[in-house]
């Protein structure tokens, strides 16, 4: 299974990027998928989580400005991330999980900078 995420770039405070990931090669049904991130200098943290069914889960520091959603059909998870904070400056995961075969699999990451 493949994950490729797209989307990232240099975005001003305050402002918008939509971030995609299409996982591809899976013979399975994809179950929960999500978005992580992390700063130079830090660990991984969680961004967001959806299942299958469309229940999502929110870091606290980005409630109410990135909003998760997905695709079954085309096996795609975005990110659209609004009212941007020098802060959310990160590589940004997506991950997706294959309840058949307990497996985890990683994007490569995708680079989002919010800076004036």
């Known amino acids: 299974v493949q994950l490729q995420a797209s989307g990232g770039g240099l975005v001003q405070p305050r402002g918008s990027l939509r971030l995609s990931c299409a996982a591809s090669?899976?013979?399975?049904?994809?179950?929960?998928m999500g978005w992580y991130r992390q700063a130079p200098g830090k660990q991984r943290e969680l961004v967001a989580t959806i299942t299958r069914g469309g229940s999502t889960n929110y870091a606290d520091s980005v409630k109410g400005r990135l909003t998760i959603s997905r695709d079954n059909a085309k096996n795609t998870v975005y990110l659209q991330m609004n009212s941007l904070k020098p802060e959310d400056t990160a590589v940004y995961y997506c991950?997706?999980?294959?309840?058949?075969?307990?497996?985890?699999?990683w994007g490569q990451g995708t680079q989002v900078t919010v800076s004036s």
């Open positions: 090669g899976s013979k399975f049904n994809i179950g929960t």
């Open positions: 991950n997706a999980n294959i309840p058949s075969t307990r497996a985890l699999y």
